[in-house]
C-alpha cells in the first residue's frame, strides 16, 4: 500500500477502505509517513469529506492507535466530557469538579489550543508543576482518589490524534467534521468512561458556523459514541461572543477558579451548570432540574472548588496559586481598547477575539511552539452592556510590543456599538441525543 495512492484517491473524492486508514494511521504513528503527505490528506480529507462509516474507522484506529483506559476497577458510572473547541471556553475546569465533587468519576481527555480557540491542557499547563501527562495507571488511580483527573494525549494515548491535531493546527485543515469528530471520539473511547457529554459550539468563535453544521457534527459524534455502547449525548451552545470575560491560559483558570468560588461571570456560570446537570443527569444522579440544584449547590458550598485543588494537587501542581493568583506569571505589557463611540455593544466577535488572543502569544503560529501562559484578554464588557466613548472595553496582555501592536489590529474589529440593542441569541440552541434533535 502506498500513501501517495491514498492521497490520490481522496483527493479524487472515493472512499477510503479501513484497510488503507489503518494503513496511514499506523504509518503516522510509527514515523514511516512524514508530515507533508499527512498533511497533503487532511486537505484532501477537509475538500471530499469523509463518509460516515470512513469517519468511523478513522475514530477506531485514532483509539487503538495507543493503550486504552481500563476503568473497570472504578465501581460506579464515569463520565467524559468535551467541547468541540471554543473561545474563553473554560467549562471543562468548572465542570469536572462540581461533577466530581457529586460523587460521579470524570476520566477526563482534553487537547491543547487548535486554530483561534484555547485548549484545557494548555490552561492547566500555567499551573506551576502541574502534570498533564502520566502513565494510565497514575490517571487511573486519581480518577479513583479524587475522583477527576484531566490529561491530554500522549505516546501512550491516543497518539494518532496528538501527532495529527497538532498538524492540523498548523496546516489550516481544523475546520473540517469528520476530522473534528473523530479527533474528539477517540480520545473519549480511549478515555475509558460509559458516557459523554459534548458541548458541540455553534457560531463565528467555532469550528461550525452555523446551527445546521453544528446539529450534523453532533449528530454524527452522538452515532460514534453509540456505536461504540457509550451512552452519548450532544448540547449545541452559543459561541458567537467569547464565553465569560477571559480569554488565554492562566487568566482562564482564575476566572474558573473564581466560578467555582460562586462569583464568575453570568454565561460562564450558568452553561457550566447547565453541562454539569446533564453529565449528573446522564450518570443516573436524577432529573434535569433536581441536577442543576446539586451542581449549584456544589459551588455554593464550596466542594465543588475543594475538588478543583485536589485533582490539581494529585497532579502535583501548585494549589497555593489558585487561591493566591499573583503566583501566575504576569504578562510585560497591558494595552487597554477604549470604545470610540457611545451606546450597547452588539457585538464581540469570538473569533476575532481568539485570533488576537493567539496573536498576544496565548495559542501557537506553529507546531510545538512554546505558548505564554500570561497572555490574553480580559474583556471588561460583554454583549448587551451599555458602554460610554472612552470607556475601556477590554485589556490586552502580552510580553511583546511586537505582538500587542499586530493584536490591537485585530482587536479593533470586534466589537459593534450601536443606539440600540438588537436581538441576542440564546445560551444553549439544541439538544442532540440518539432519540433525535430538541431544538430550544
Ligand atoms: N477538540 C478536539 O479534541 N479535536 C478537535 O478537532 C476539535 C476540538
Known amino acids: 500500500m502506498r500513501m501517495l495512492d491514498i492521497i490520490t484517491k481522496k483527493r479524487d473524492g472515493n472512499a477510503l477502505t479501513k484497510e488503507e486508514i489503518d494503513f496511514f494511521v499506523t504509518g503516522y504513528v510509527k514515523s514511516e509517513i512524514p508530515d507533508y503527505q499527512v498533511a497533503a490528506l487532511l486537505m484532501a480529507i477537509y475538500f471530499k469529506g469523509l463518509s460516515e462509516p470512513e469517519t468511523i474507522n478513522l475514530t477506531l484506529a485514532m483509539a487503538n492507535s495507543g493503550e486504552k483506559v481500563d476503568l473497570s476497577m472504578i465501581p460506579g458510572i464515569k463520565i467524559d466530557k468535551h467541547s468541540t473547541g471554543g473561545v474563553g471556553d473554560k467549562t471543562t475546569l468548572i465542570v469536572a469538579p462540581i461533577v466530581a465533587s457529586l460523587g460521579v468519576f470524570v476520566p477526563k481527555m482534553s487537547g491543547r489550543g487548535l486554530g483561534f480557540t484555547g485548549g484545557t491542557i494548555d490552561k492547566l499547563d500555567s499551573i506551576p508543576n502541574l502534570q498533564t501527562s502520566m502513565p494510565i495507571d497514575a490517571f487511573v488511580d486519581i480518577v479513583k482518589e479524587v475522583g477527576f483527573s484531566d490529561i491530554g494525549q500522549s505516546e501512550n494515548l491516543v497518539p494518532a490524534d496528538k501527532k ?29 468512561a460509559d458516557c459523554i457529554l459534548l458541548d458541540v459550539k455553534c457560531g463565528s468563535g467555532a469550528f461550525m458556523n452555523t446551527l445546521d453544521d453544528s446539529i450534523e457534527l453532533a449528530k454524527i459524534m452522538v452515532k460514534i459514541g453509540e456505536h461504540f455502547g457509550k451512552k452519548t449525548v450532544a448540547l449545541v451552545t452559543n459561541m458567537d461572543s467569547p464565553l465569560g470575560n477571559a480569554i488565554g491560559n492562566s487568566i482562564e483558570i482564575v476566572e474558573a477558579c473564581e466560578t467555582l468560588k460562586g462569583k464568575g461571570p453570568s454565561d460562564l456560570t450558568e452553561l457550566s451548570i447547565e453541562l454539569a446537570a446533564n453529565m449528573l443527569n446522564l450518570a443516573g444522579k436524577g432529573s434535569l432540574e433536581s441536577c442543576k440544584l446539586m451542581a449549584k449547590r456544589a459551588i455554593a458550598d464550596g466542594s465543588a472548588f475543594e475538588k478543583l485543588k485536589a485533582m490539581v494537587k494529585a497532579q502535583n501542581g501548585d494549589i497555593s496559586c489558585l487561591e493566591d493568583y499573583s503566583k501566575f506569571s504576569k504578562a510585560k505589557f497591558q494595552y487597554h481598547v477604549k470604545a470610540k463611540s457611545s451606546g450597547f455593544i452588539n457585538k464581540i466577535d469570538a ?6 488572543a493567539k496573536i498576544l502569544g496565548a495559542g501557537r503560529q506553529k507546531k510545538d511552539e512554546k505558548i505564554d501562559c500570561s497572555a490574553g484578554i480580559i474583556l471588561h464588557k460583554k454583549v448587551g452592556d451599555r458602554i460610554d466613548s472612552g470607556e475601556t472595553i477590554a485589556t490586552l496582555y502580552s510580553s511583546s510590543l511586537e505582538k500587542q501592536n499586530d493584536a490591537i489590529k485585530v482587536f479593533s474589529n470586534c466589537t459593534l456599538i450601536n443606539d440600540n440593542l438588537n436581538q441576542t441569541f440564546p445560551l444553549i440552541y439544541a439538544k442532540v441525543t440518539s432519540a433525535g434533535i430538541e431544538k430550544f
Do not use: F, N, W
Open 164 to 192: 495529527i491535531y497538532s498538524l492540523r493546527d498548523v496546516t489550516a485543515t481544523v475546520e473540517s467534521l469528520p476530522l473534528i469528530a473523530s479527533s474528539i471520539m477517540s480520545k473519549k473511547i480511549a478515555s475509558g
Open 351 to 356: 473569533k476575532l477575539c481568539g485570533e488576537a
